[in-house]
């Protein structure tokens, strides 16, 4: 049987068999194919494939992928057929089906599928535009595809074949300009790589499904009087300000700008993320915001890609006004961090590092803006005000072979498991006496005492080690006030500028407490208050002093039933009026809390499953953004902002 040759100049030479010619450039001879029968290419010899003809033809020698066509790989100096099935049998690709092609009967490689008229090609699953795709995939050339088609590689002189996920040469006449060009291609398409076999079509590009913002987010001021949440969307990695458009509780009407995170370079179209699919830099987690003036606001948040903070500066519109990096580094930096603006319109906070770059010591440093409107890294000094050595770690303490009731200690430098007596390490008093940060009373050998615990290098379900964790800021005038909480000694801090250690108190502290988790810290006059959890017995607890240098006086907050209040707690002032918003973690509910004469009132501000709340107080009442978690029937999440007003509450 004669076979047709198409030419395609660069392009492999294409036959109607479906299989291509040798990228070289050279044909087979029409006498070169026996006469063979097959029902899978095992049935042929080395250097044949199965044709669609059911006739063994010439395989396409090949050195790397380029030289196949679409939907073909170089295998063994061959180009062999991919992702082959039988119609009906499921794909191992996500959003894959397996697609009969008409005419193909291509068998199954390396053995026969045994019956050609089942044989099919693992390709995206189709779409109707109309229809769409489930997220995360867009209906783009009908096919549901994940990002950009082609993972956005293709040059101006080429066209991407969706179904394939193949850049091929660009058909005469082929221009599209800012639009996608998409290869228009037949049944046997996957085995035709000729710019003859195939013509051009332009497309809109897909619209960005929309991410799922929200977490940790900050309410700053917004428009038409309504308040805007600056959050992490972790899907892109993004840093997003969402723009309320009404406040008719938690399914608030709203649209996303995102602030960074789009990849430089992005052809922009519109929709979300102005269209682009792509995934950008990982910034975003984690952000601190300081209010300006005229609804603008500056912001710290992380670049989980290089581990360093950013700062950037808004307009009320999103536009960014300024971008930066802070020099300061470490693991995690940034994890943990505030901003404050002092009364002169500069910058200052705090910023905490899990470990410095020699991996010995956790550091709390001290950030401040030389210039009222910083545009670089030199504009900024940073200084470390808590440096806590870091205990012993390993990748697996004692080679993971102590025991349920044993732990990893450091016995003369040595790694030994010893049974543990006692955990310690908060100051009490053990069968050792009394242990020290980070040590526990075991047992080695018949001796008892206090060591040092080996602690896995990294263990995702602790906090990290050192003091300065969940740091919160707030100024007034030229001062600046923070808290935050020191994991190894399980105690709530206040500090007041420059944050030396002449200028710290410890607020709250003692045996069976663990007070300081979720600190935030607020001004009331000359109030300092300051929300916070005390793990250890469960409670959600305000510590107010009358002023600066006072004593600080805590209080148990009414919770009702909340299983786990205290999470992501805040504190704001109405006036000289405390007000503590409190997750229930739960329940994933949001509440307010306010004192009144002699207590506390309470009042719901949302429910139905909200995580990272946050509040903003103004002349209409308290202002309450969270995450409103939620999912499709199909149990797709459906995560969101949400903003509600809370009227404040009274005493009951």
């Known amino acids: 049987m004669r076979a047709l040759i198409t030419r395609v100049g660069r392009a492999a030479l294409v036959a109607l068999s479906g299989l291509a010619a040798p990228a070289s450039g050279g044909c087979a001879s029409e006498d070169a194919a026996p006469e063979r029968r097959c029902a899978g290419h095992a049935a042929c010899d080395d250097g044949f494939l199965c044709g669609d003809d059911g006739l063994c033809r010439p395989a396409v020698a090949c050195e790397r992928d380029e030289q196949c066509c679409p939907g073909a790989v170089c295998f063994s100096g061959w180009c062999r057929p991919t992702a082959e099935c039988v119609v009906g049998e499921s794909c191992p690709g996500l959003g894959e089906v397996c697609e009969a092609r008409p005419g193909l009967g291509i068998a199954g490689a390396p053995g026969a599928l045994g019956d050609t008229a089942n044989a099919g090609l693992c390709v995206p699953a189709p779409c109707d535009p109309l229809g769409g795709c489930a997220e995360p995939f867009s209906c783009v050339g009908g096919r549901c595809v994940i990002g950009s088609p082609c993972g956005g590689r293709c040059g101006p002189a080429e066209v991407c074949d969706v179904a394939s996920a193949r850049c091929l040469p660009a058909p005469p006449g082929c221009a599209c300009g800012e639009r996608l060009a998409l290869a228009t291609v037949g049944a046997q398409s996957p085995f035709s790589c000729g710019v003859e076999t195939y013509g051009c079509a332009c497309v809109d590009r897909p619209a960005a499904p929309s991410g799922h913002a929200g977490v940790d987010g900050r309410l700053v001021a917004g428009p038409a009087g309504l308040p805007a949440m600056v959050s992490y969307e972790p899907d892109y990695g993004d840093l997003v300000l969402s723009r309320f458009l009404d406040a008719e509780g938690r399914t608030a009407a709203r649209d996303d700008v995102v602030l960074d995170g789009v990849p430089l370079g992005a052809v922009a179209a519109a929709g979300y993320r102005g269209g682009v699919l792509d995934p950008g830099p990982d910034r975003g987690a984690r952000p601190a915001v300081a209010l300006g003036e005229g609804g603008g606001f500056d912001v710290l948040y992380r670049d989980l890609d290089r581990q360093r903070v950013m700062f950037s500066r808004f307009g009320p519109d999103g536009a960014r006004q300024a971008i930066g990096e802070l020099p300061i580094e470490g693991r995690e930096v940034g994890r943990y961090s505030c901003l404050a603006r002092r009364g002169d319109g500069r910058l200052a906070g705090l910023v905490f590092v899990s470990a410095d770059p020699s991996d010995t010591v956790s550091l709390l440093v001290r950030v401040e803006a030389g210039v009222i409107d910083p545009v670089a890294a030199d504009q900024w000094s940073a200084t470390t005000v808590v440096e806590t050595p870091l205990p012993p770690r390993a990748e697996r303490p004692c080679a993971d072979a102590c025991g349920l009731s044993e732990a990893c200690v450091l016995a003369g430098g040595v ?208 202002w309450v953004g969270a995450r409103a978690l939620a999912f499709s029937e199909a149990l797709e999440p459906r995560h969101a902002p949400a903003l509600v007003l809370v009227a404040p509450p009274a005493c009951p």
């Open 415 to 622: 790694e030994r498991c010893a049974a543990v007596l006692d955990l310690g390490g908060l100051g009490q008093a053990s069968p050792c006496g009394t242990c020290g940060p980070r040590e526990i009373c075991a047992e080695l050998d018949g001796a008892r005492a206090c060591r040092a615990r080996v602690y896995r290098r990294y263990d995702a379900d602790r906090l990290p080690f050192g003091e300065g964790l969940f740091a919160s800021c707030t100024a007034r005038g030229q001062e600046v006030y923070a808290a935050w909480y020191d994991a190894d000694r399980r105690r709530l801090v206040a500090a007041r500028w420059p944050f030396s250690a002449a200028d710290r108190v410890v607020v709250d502290e003692g045996a069976g407490k663990d007070p300081g988790r979720f600190a935030s810290i607020a001004l009331g006059g000359a109030q300092v208050g300051i929300a916070h959890q005390d793990a250890a017995r469960g409670a959600l607890v305000f510590a107010e002093a009358s002023a600066w240098g006072a004593p600080f006086l805590s209080e148990d907050l009414p919770t009702g039933d909340a299983g786990s209040p205290g999470l992501g707690a805040q504190a704001l002032y109405l006036g000289e009026r405390p007000v503590v918003v409190n997750l229930d973690g739960r329940h994933a509910e949001v509440e307010v809390l306010a004192r009144g004469t002699g207590c506390w009132g309470r009042r719901a501000a949302l429910g139905g499953g909200v995580s990272h709340p946050s509040a903003l107080a103004d002349a209409q009442g308290i």
